[in-house]
Protein backbone atom coordinates (compact mmCIF):
# COMPACT_ATOMS: atom_id res chain seq x y z
CA UNK A 1 0.00 0.00 0.00
CA UNK A 2 1.30 3.46 -0.75
CA UNK A 3 2.12 5.52 2.05
CA UNK A 4 1.56 9.03 1.87
CA UNK A 5 2.96 11.64 3.97
CA UNK A 6 1.10 15.23 4.42
CA UNK A 7 3.16 18.05 5.17
CA UNK A 8 1.03 21.31 6.07
CA UNK A 9 -2.13 20.47 8.41
CA UNK A 10 -3.89 23.69 7.45
CA UNK A 11 -7.82 23.34 6.16
CA UNK A 12 -5.93 21.71 2.91
CA UNK A 13 -3.98 18.99 4.79
CA UNK A 14 -6.65 18.00 7.55
CA UNK A 15 -9.25 17.32 4.98
CA UNK A 16 -6.90 15.42 2.87
CA UNK A 17 -5.81 13.60 5.68
CA UNK A 18 -9.34 12.28 6.63
CA UNK A 19 -9.91 11.67 2.74
CA UNK A 20 -6.63 9.64 2.52
CA UNK A 21 -7.67 7.77 5.30
CA UNK A 22 -10.83 6.66 3.92
CA UNK A 23 -9.33 5.84 0.92
CA UNK A 24 -7.39 3.25 2.88
CA UNK A 25 -3.97 4.68 2.54
CA UNK A 26 -0.94 4.35 4.98
CA UNK A 27 -0.48 7.53 6.30
CA UNK A 28 1.85 10.40 8.13
CA UNK A 29 2.07 14.03 8.93
CA UNK A 30 4.67 16.84 9.28
CA UNK A 31 3.75 20.10 10.55
CA UNK A 32 5.76 23.07 11.99
CA UNK A 33 3.21 23.76 14.44
CA UNK A 34 0.98 20.90 15.92
CA UNK A 35 -1.43 22.03 18.17
CA UNK A 36 -3.63 20.51 20.97
CA UNK A 37 -6.54 20.48 18.14
CA UNK A 38 -4.11 19.16 15.54
CA UNK A 39 -2.77 16.05 17.84
CA UNK A 40 -6.05 15.25 18.36
CA UNK A 41 -7.27 14.85 15.21
CA UNK A 42 -4.23 12.67 14.02
CA UNK A 43 -4.51 10.69 17.02
CA UNK A 44 -7.77 10.08 15.83
CA UNK A 45 -7.19 9.15 12.29
CA UNK A 46 -3.99 6.68 13.84
CA UNK A 47 -1.56 9.19 11.95
CA UNK A 48 1.95 9.22 12.64
CA UNK A 49 3.70 12.68 13.44
CA UNK A 50 7.14 12.70 11.62
CA UNK A 51 9.90 14.68 10.87
CA UNK A 52 12.62 15.91 8.48
CA UNK A 53 14.35 13.10 9.53
CA UNK A 54 11.82 10.35 9.10
CA UNK A 55 10.23 11.02 5.90
CA UNK A 56 12.36 7.94 3.97
CA UNK A 57 9.07 5.83 4.77
CA UNK A 58 7.38 7.12 2.45
CA UNK A 59 6.80 7.17 -0.91
CA UNK A 60 4.55 10.31 -1.82
CA UNK A 61 4.30 13.75 -0.07
CA UNK A 62 1.30 15.85 -0.01
CA UNK A 63 2.27 19.33 0.07
CA UNK A 64 0.20 22.17 0.98
CA UNK A 65 -0.07 24.96 -1.24
CA UNK A 66 1.27 27.32 1.27
CA UNK A 67 4.56 25.39 1.29
CA UNK A 68 7.93 26.45 -1.05
CA UNK A 69 9.41 24.12 -3.13
CA UNK A 70 12.63 25.37 -1.32
CA UNK A 71 11.89 23.92 2.21
CA UNK A 72 14.15 22.00 3.50
CA UNK A 73 11.59 19.24 4.01
CA UNK A 74 10.82 19.50 0.39
CA UNK A 75 14.77 19.82 -0.91
CA UNK A 76 15.53 16.54 1.28
CA UNK A 77 12.43 14.52 -0.29
CA UNK A 78 14.29 15.20 -3.54
CA UNK A 79 17.16 14.23 -2.16
CA UNK A 80 15.75 10.72 -1.47
CA UNK A 81 14.01 10.70 -4.56
CA UNK A 82 10.14 11.01 -2.86
CA UNK A 83 7.67 12.70 -5.25
CA UNK A 84 5.87 15.56 -3.60
CA UNK A 85 2.76 16.49 -5.43
CA UNK A 86 -0.24 18.87 -4.60
CA UNK A 87 -4.12 18.20 -4.16
CA UNK A 88 -5.12 18.47 -7.50
CA UNK A 89 -2.56 16.44 -8.75
CA UNK A 90 -3.45 13.82 -5.79
CA UNK A 91 -7.30 14.12 -6.88
CA UNK A 92 -6.56 13.25 -10.68
CA UNK A 93 -4.99 10.09 -9.41
CA UNK A 94 -7.35 8.57 -6.91
CA UNK A 95 -10.45 9.61 -8.05
CA UNK A 96 -11.68 8.27 -11.40
CA UNK A 97 -13.73 10.37 -14.23
CA UNK A 98 -14.30 13.35 -12.40
CA UNK A 99 -15.82 16.40 -13.92
CA UNK A 100 -13.10 19.35 -13.91
CA UNK A 101 -13.58 22.76 -14.69
CA UNK A 102 -9.80 24.39 -14.23
CA UNK A 103 -9.60 28.07 -13.24
CA UNK A 104 -6.55 30.18 -13.35
CA UNK A 105 -4.56 33.69 -13.55
CA UNK A 106 -3.48 36.20 -11.77
CA UNK A 107 -6.53 37.90 -11.10
CA UNK A 108 -10.32 37.50 -11.63
CA UNK A 109 -10.20 33.60 -10.03
CA UNK A 110 -12.74 33.58 -7.66
CA UNK A 111 -15.14 35.55 -9.21
CA UNK A 112 -15.14 33.42 -12.31
CA UNK A 113 -15.12 29.76 -10.09
CA UNK A 114 -18.16 31.16 -8.27
CA UNK A 115 -19.52 32.92 -11.44
CA UNK A 116 -18.96 29.40 -12.97
CA UNK A 117 -20.06 27.07 -10.07
CA UNK A 118 -23.82 28.82 -10.01
CA UNK A 119 -24.28 28.76 -13.64
CA UNK A 120 -23.81 25.69 -13.72
CA UNK A 121 -25.89 24.60 -10.90
CA UNK A 122 -28.59 27.03 -12.37
CA UNK A 123 -28.45 25.39 -15.80
CA UNK A 124 -29.89 21.99 -13.18
CA UNK A 125 -26.31 20.35 -13.16
CA UNK A 126 -24.85 19.92 -10.16
CA UNK A 127 -21.08 22.13 -9.57
CA UNK A 128 -18.88 23.16 -6.13
CA UNK A 129 -16.23 25.54 -5.67
CA UNK A 130 -13.00 23.77 -4.74
CA UNK A 131 -9.24 24.59 -4.36
CA UNK A 132 -8.91 28.43 -3.25
CA UNK A 133 -12.61 28.26 -1.99
CA UNK A 134 -14.55 26.07 0.54
CA UNK A 135 -13.50 23.04 2.11
CA UNK A 136 -10.48 20.74 1.16
CA UNK A 137 -10.68 19.81 -2.53
CA UNK A 138 -9.89 15.48 -1.93
CA UNK A 139 -12.61 15.59 1.08
CA UNK A 140 -15.22 17.55 -1.32
CA UNK A 141 -14.93 14.92 -4.43
CA UNK A 142 -14.96 12.04 -1.95
CA UNK A 143 -18.28 13.00 -0.55
CA UNK A 144 -19.10 13.75 -4.17
CA UNK A 145 -21.11 12.16 -6.90
CA UNK A 146 -19.06 11.57 -10.18
CA UNK A 147 -22.47 13.52 -12.10
CA UNK A 148 -20.82 16.63 -9.76
CA UNK A 149 -18.49 19.19 -11.66
CA UNK A 150 -15.92 20.26 -9.27
CA UNK A 151 -15.05 24.18 -10.20
CA UNK A 152 -10.96 24.49 -9.37
CA UNK A 153 -9.70 27.47 -8.55
CA UNK A 154 -6.12 27.21 -9.35
CA UNK A 155 -3.25 28.90 -7.82
CA UNK A 156 0.25 29.13 -9.31
CA UNK A 157 0.97 27.44 -5.64
CA UNK A 158 -0.65 24.48 -6.61
CA UNK A 159 0.29 23.79 -10.02
CA UNK A 160 3.69 24.29 -9.98
CA UNK A 161 3.78 20.62 -8.44
CA UNK A 162 1.80 18.68 -10.63
CA UNK A 163 2.48 15.88 -13.20
CA UNK A 164 -0.59 14.35 -14.92
CA UNK A 165 -3.37 16.96 -13.56
CA UNK A 166 -5.97 16.69 -16.48
CA UNK A 167 -8.65 18.80 -16.91
CA UNK A 168 -11.56 18.52 -19.19
CA UNK A 169 -11.97 22.21 -19.17
CA UNK A 170 -9.58 24.88 -18.00
CA UNK A 171 -8.97 28.53 -18.49
CA UNK A 172 -6.31 30.82 -17.93
CA UNK A 173 -8.21 34.47 -17.25
CA UNK A 174 -4.73 36.66 -17.64
CA UNK A 175 -1.08 36.71 -16.37
CA UNK A 176 0.54 39.84 -15.18
CA UNK A 177 3.62 39.80 -12.34
CA UNK A 178 2.87 38.53 -9.29
CA UNK A 179 4.23 35.74 -6.72
CA UNK A 180 7.50 36.96 -7.84
CA UNK A 181 9.11 36.74 -4.55
CA UNK A 182 7.74 32.70 -4.31
CA UNK A 183 8.93 31.95 -8.03
CA UNK A 184 11.99 33.70 -8.47
CA UNK A 185 10.77 34.73 -11.90
CA UNK A 186 8.34 36.36 -13.98
CA UNK A 187 8.70 33.27 -16.16
CA UNK A 188 8.76 30.63 -13.53
CA UNK A 189 5.37 32.30 -12.35
CA UNK A 190 3.94 32.03 -16.11
CA UNK A 191 5.30 28.36 -16.15
CA UNK A 192 3.54 27.47 -13.24
CA UNK A 193 0.17 28.65 -14.79
CA UNK A 194 1.06 26.73 -18.14
CA UNK A 195 0.68 23.74 -15.98
CA UNK A 196 -3.16 23.95 -16.42
CA UNK A 197 -2.77 23.03 -20.02
CA UNK A 198 0.12 20.99 -20.33
CA UNK A 199 -1.74 17.27 -20.17
CA UNK A 200 -5.11 18.71 -22.29
CA UNK A 201 -5.16 16.54 -25.35
CA UNK A 202 -7.73 16.98 -28.45
CA UNK A 203 -10.48 15.93 -26.36
CA UNK A 204 -10.10 18.34 -23.93
CA UNK A 205 -11.20 22.63 -23.90
CA UNK A 206 -9.16 25.76 -22.99
CA UNK A 207 -10.65 29.42 -22.25
CA UNK A 208 -7.23 31.72 -23.40
CA UNK A 209 -7.52 35.63 -23.38
CA UNK A 210 -6.27 37.48 -26.82
CA UNK A 211 -5.94 40.78 -24.99
CA UNK A 212 -3.10 39.36 -22.79
CA UNK A 213 0.25 39.36 -23.45
CA UNK A 214 0.53 35.24 -22.82
CA UNK A 215 -1.91 34.60 -24.90
CA UNK A 216 0.61 33.36 -28.05
CA UNK A 217 3.07 31.42 -25.60
CA UNK A 218 0.03 29.58 -23.75
CA UNK A 219 -1.67 28.86 -27.23
CA UNK A 220 1.40 26.99 -28.61
CA UNK A 221 1.55 25.19 -25.18
CA UNK A 222 -1.35 23.47 -25.49
CA UNK A 223 -2.87 20.04 -27.53
CA UNK A 224 -6.85 21.26 -26.35
CA UNK A 225 -9.16 22.67 -28.35
CA UNK A 226 -8.51 26.54 -27.67
CA UNK A 227 -11.25 28.79 -27.55
CA UNK A 228 -10.81 32.52 -27.18
CA UNK A 229 -12.40 35.63 -25.33
CA UNK A 230 -11.31 39.54 -25.90
CA UNK A 231 -13.06 42.63 -25.01
CA UNK A 232 -11.54 44.19 -27.49
CA UNK A 233 -11.62 42.35 -30.20
CA UNK A 234 -14.06 39.90 -32.35
CA UNK A 235 -12.89 36.37 -31.91
CA UNK A 236 -13.93 33.22 -34.20
CA UNK A 237 -14.54 31.07 -31.80
CA UNK A 238 -15.23 32.30 -28.37
CA UNK A 239 -16.87 35.29 -26.58
CA UNK A 240 -16.22 38.65 -27.00
CA UNK A 241 -17.34 42.03 -26.68
CA UNK A 242 -18.88 44.50 -29.41
CA UNK A 243 -20.75 47.16 -28.89
CA UNK A 244 -22.95 47.12 -25.58
CA UNK A 245 -22.96 43.50 -25.79
CA UNK A 246 -21.71 40.23 -25.21
CA UNK A 247 -21.39 37.77 -28.77
CA UNK A 248 -20.88 33.87 -28.74
CA UNK A 249 -19.05 32.86 -32.29
CA UNK A 250 -18.56 29.04 -32.98
CA UNK A 251 -20.13 27.92 -36.23
CA UNK A 252 -22.39 31.00 -36.11
CA UNK A 253 -22.02 34.45 -33.70
CA UNK A 254 -25.34 34.70 -31.56
CA UNK A 255 -25.59 37.42 -29.11
CA UNK A 256 -25.97 36.40 -25.47
CA UNK A 257 -27.13 39.38 -23.06
CA UNK A 258 -26.79 43.36 -23.22
CA UNK A 259 -23.52 44.78 -20.49
CA UNK A 260 -26.80 46.71 -18.64
CA UNK A 261 -28.04 43.80 -17.78
CA UNK A 262 -25.37 41.75 -16.76
CA UNK A 263 -25.20 42.34 -13.03
CA UNK A 264 -21.79 42.31 -11.79
CA UNK A 265 -20.14 45.91 -11.73
CA UNK A 266 -16.48 46.83 -13.27
CA UNK A 267 -15.30 46.33 -16.32
CA UNK A 268 -12.72 43.91 -15.31
CA UNK A 269 -15.68 41.96 -14.19
CA UNK A 270 -16.68 41.50 -18.24
CA UNK A 271 -13.33 39.47 -18.84
CA UNK A 272 -14.97 36.93 -16.19
CA UNK A 273 -17.68 36.67 -17.81
CA UNK A 274 -16.38 35.90 -21.60
CA UNK A 275 -14.56 33.24 -19.59
CA UNK A 276 -18.08 31.69 -17.95
CA UNK A 277 -20.09 31.79 -21.01
CA UNK A 278 -17.25 30.16 -23.44
CA UNK A 279 -17.53 27.39 -20.71
CA UNK A 280 -20.89 27.33 -20.02
CA UNK A 281 -21.55 27.18 -24.09
CA UNK A 282 -18.79 24.73 -24.05
CA UNK A 283 -19.96 22.44 -21.44
CA UNK A 284 -23.76 22.86 -23.05
CA UNK A 285 -25.67 25.16 -20.93
CA UNK A 286 -27.97 27.04 -22.99
CA UNK A 287 -28.17 30.31 -23.54
CA UNK A 288 -31.39 31.67 -21.55
CA UNK A 289 -29.89 29.58 -18.53
CA UNK A 290 -26.80 31.97 -19.05
CA UNK A 291 -28.31 34.91 -19.39
CA UNK A 292 -30.11 34.10 -16.04
CA UNK A 293 -27.84 33.65 -14.09
CA UNK A 294 -25.40 36.54 -15.25
CA UNK A 295 -28.58 39.02 -14.49
CA UNK A 296 -28.40 37.72 -10.62
CA UNK A 297 -24.82 36.83 -9.97
CA UNK A 298 -24.08 40.15 -7.81
CA UNK A 299 -20.35 39.20 -6.82
CA UNK A 300 -18.33 37.64 -4.48
CA UNK A 301 -17.30 38.69 -0.97
CA UNK A 302 -14.28 40.72 -0.81
CA UNK A 303 -13.53 41.72 -4.45
CA UNK A 304 -15.09 45.18 -4.90
CA UNK A 305 -17.83 44.15 -2.75
CA UNK A 306 -20.11 47.27 -1.39
CA UNK A 307 -20.10 48.01 2.36
CA UNK A 308 -22.15 50.58 2.96
CA UNK A 309 -23.36 54.19 2.15
CA UNK A 310 -22.97 56.63 5.04
CA UNK A 311 -23.39 60.78 4.43
CA UNK A 312 -22.81 60.72 0.81
CA UNK A 313 -19.38 57.87 1.00
CA UNK A 314 -19.45 54.60 -0.40
CA UNK A 315 -17.08 51.80 1.20
CA UNK A 316 -15.96 49.24 -0.91
CA UNK A 317 -14.12 46.18 0.43
CA UNK A 318 -11.79 44.88 -2.50
CA UNK A 319 -9.33 43.17 -0.20
CA UNK A 320 -8.73 40.37 -2.59
CA UNK A 321 -6.88 42.79 -4.42
CA UNK A 322 -4.04 41.22 -3.17
CA UNK A 323 -1.52 42.48 -5.99
CA UNK A 324 -0.81 45.58 -8.64
CA UNK A 325 -3.24 44.25 -11.37
CA UNK A 326 -6.27 43.21 -9.51
CA UNK A 327 -6.18 46.58 -7.26
CA UNK A 328 -6.06 48.58 -10.91
CA UNK A 329 -9.04 46.96 -12.29
CA UNK A 330 -10.71 48.12 -8.74
CA UNK A 331 -9.27 51.64 -9.30
CA UNK A 332 -10.46 51.80 -13.00
CA UNK A 333 -14.15 51.38 -11.53
CA UNK A 334 -14.11 54.46 -10.45
CA UNK A 335 -14.02 57.99 -12.12
CA UNK A 336 -12.88 60.32 -9.62
CA UNK A 337 -12.11 61.40 -5.69
CA UNK A 338 -11.39 57.72 -4.42
CA UNK A 339 -9.71 57.40 -0.80
CA UNK A 340 -7.58 54.35 -1.27
CA UNK A 341 -6.27 52.10 1.44
CA UNK A 342 -3.19 50.17 0.50
CA UNK A 343 -0.40 48.30 1.67
CA UNK A 344 0.50 45.13 2.96
CA UNK A 345 3.10 42.26 2.35
CA UNK A 346 5.48 43.19 0.09
CA UNK A 347 5.62 41.21 -3.22
CA UNK A 348 8.69 42.63 -4.92
CA UNK A 349 6.54 43.53 -8.13
CA UNK A 350 6.42 47.66 -9.42
CA UNK A 351 4.04 50.00 -8.01
CA UNK A 352 3.88 51.97 -11.12
CA UNK A 353 0.22 50.97 -12.49
CA UNK A 354 -1.10 51.79 -9.60
CA UNK A 355 -0.39 55.17 -9.52
CA UNK A 356 -1.15 55.58 -13.26
CA UNK A 357 -4.70 54.20 -12.62
CA UNK A 358 -4.51 56.35 -9.86
CA UNK A 359 -4.44 59.83 -11.64
CA UNK A 360 -6.75 61.98 -11.35
CA UNK A 361 -8.84 59.74 -8.88
CA UNK A 362 -7.02 59.78 -6.24
CA UNK A 363 -8.54 62.15 -3.65
CA UNK A 364 -6.05 60.37 -0.74
CA UNK A 365 -4.03 57.82 -0.11
CA UNK A 366 -3.64 55.43 3.33
CA UNK A 367 -0.89 53.71 3.41
CA UNK A 368 -0.14 50.66 6.09
CA UNK A 369 1.62 47.51 6.31
CA UNK A 370 4.83 46.99 5.09
CA UNK A 371 4.79 48.25 2.16
CA UNK A 372 3.76 51.67 3.08
CA UNK A 373 7.09 53.10 2.65
CA UNK A 374 7.05 51.87 -0.72
CA UNK A 375 3.81 53.23 -1.74
CA UNK A 376 4.67 56.95 -0.17
CA UNK A 377 7.60 57.14 -1.39
CA UNK A 378 5.82 56.01 -5.46
CA UNK A 379 2.92 58.28 -5.11
CA UNK A 380 5.06 61.53 -4.29
CA UNK A 381 7.33 60.17 -7.54
CA UNK A 382 3.73 60.12 -9.48
CA UNK A 383 3.14 63.83 -7.75
CA UNK A 384 0.64 62.61 -4.66
CA UNK A 385 0.79 64.41 -1.60
CA UNK A 386 -2.54 63.60 0.18
CA UNK A 387 -0.52 60.82 1.71
CA UNK A 388 -1.48 59.53 5.44
CA UNK A 389 0.40 56.77 7.06
CA UNK A 390 -1.38 54.50 9.70
CA UNK A 391 -0.30 51.10 11.64
CA UNK A 392 -3.16 49.74 11.45
CA UNK A 393 -6.74 48.75 9.56
CA UNK A 394 -8.80 50.91 12.56
CA UNK A 395 -6.28 53.77 12.14
CA UNK A 396 -7.22 53.78 8.08
CA UNK A 397 -10.72 53.43 8.54
CA UNK A 398 -10.95 56.75 11.16
CA UNK A 399 -8.68 58.67 8.95
CA UNK A 400 -10.78 57.53 6.11
CA UNK A 401 -14.01 58.80 7.60
CA UNK A 402 -12.28 61.86 9.35
CA UNK A 403 -11.54 63.23 5.73
CA UNK A 404 -14.16 61.53 3.19
CA UNK A 405 -16.88 63.68 1.77
CA UNK A 406 -20.13 63.26 -0.04
CA UNK A 407 -19.55 62.26 -3.01
CA UNK A 408 -15.99 60.62 -2.35
CA UNK A 409 -15.41 56.41 -2.41
CA UNK A 410 -13.59 54.99 0.18
CA UNK A 411 -11.71 51.96 -1.50
CA UNK A 412 -9.76 49.13 0.54
CA UNK A 413 -7.49 47.62 -2.29
CA UNK A 414 -3.90 46.85 -0.66
CA UNK A 415 -2.13 46.17 -3.61
CA UNK A 416 -0.10 43.61 -1.18
CA UNK A 417 -1.00 40.10 0.62
CA UNK A 418 -2.30 40.45 4.13
CA UNK A 419 0.77 38.33 5.41
CA UNK A 420 2.57 39.78 8.68
CA UNK A 421 -0.64 41.67 9.40
CA UNK A 422 -3.39 39.07 8.64
CA UNK A 423 -4.10 35.38 8.17
CA UNK A 424 -5.56 35.68 4.86
CA UNK A 425 -7.24 38.56 2.62
CA UNK A 426 -10.97 37.31 4.51
CA UNK A 427 -10.00 38.13 7.80
CA UNK A 428 -8.47 41.32 6.66
CA UNK A 429 -11.67 42.36 4.44
CA UNK A 430 -13.91 41.50 7.51
CA UNK A 431 -12.00 43.61 9.78
CA UNK A 432 -12.78 46.98 7.24
CA UNK A 433 -16.27 45.87 7.14
CA UNK A 434 -16.85 45.81 10.41
CA UNK A 435 -14.89 48.58 11.30
CA UNK A 436 -16.94 50.25 8.11
CA UNK A 437 -20.26 49.60 9.89
CA UNK A 438 -19.78 50.56 13.06
CA UNK A 439 -19.17 54.36 12.00
CA UNK A 440 -21.11 56.71 13.37
CA UNK A 441 -22.35 59.65 10.77
Given amino acids: ?46 VQIESIDTIDKYDTILKSPGIRMDNPVILK ?24 VAITGTNGKTTTTSLMTKMLNDSGRKA ?16 SDKDTYFVIECSSFQLESTKNFKPQYSCIINIT ?37 YYEECKKFTKSNVYDVSTSTDVKKGSFIKGDSIY ?8 IIDLKDVKLIGYHNYQNVLFCVTLAKLIGINDDSIRQTL ?51 DKKVSLDNFFIAGKNKFKALILMG ?11 EYGFGNIFLVDDMKQAVTQANKIAES ?12 WGMYNNYEERGNEFKELVNNLRG
Fill in 177 to 213: PDHIDWHGSMQNYVNAKKNVLKNQDDNCYTVLNVDDE
Fill in 370 to 380: QTRDLFEKKAR
Fill in 295 to 345: MTFSGVEHRLEFVREMSGVKYYNDSKGTNVDASVKAIESFDKNVIILAGGY
Fill in 407 to 418: GDVVLLSPASAS
Fill in 248 to 255: FSDSDCNK
Fill in 77 to 100: ANELSIEVVSDLELAQRIFDDIKI
Fill in 128 to 143: ISIGNIGVGMLWEIYN
Fill in 1 to 46: MEKILVFGLARTGISALKTLKLKGYDLGAIDDNIDEEKSKILKELD
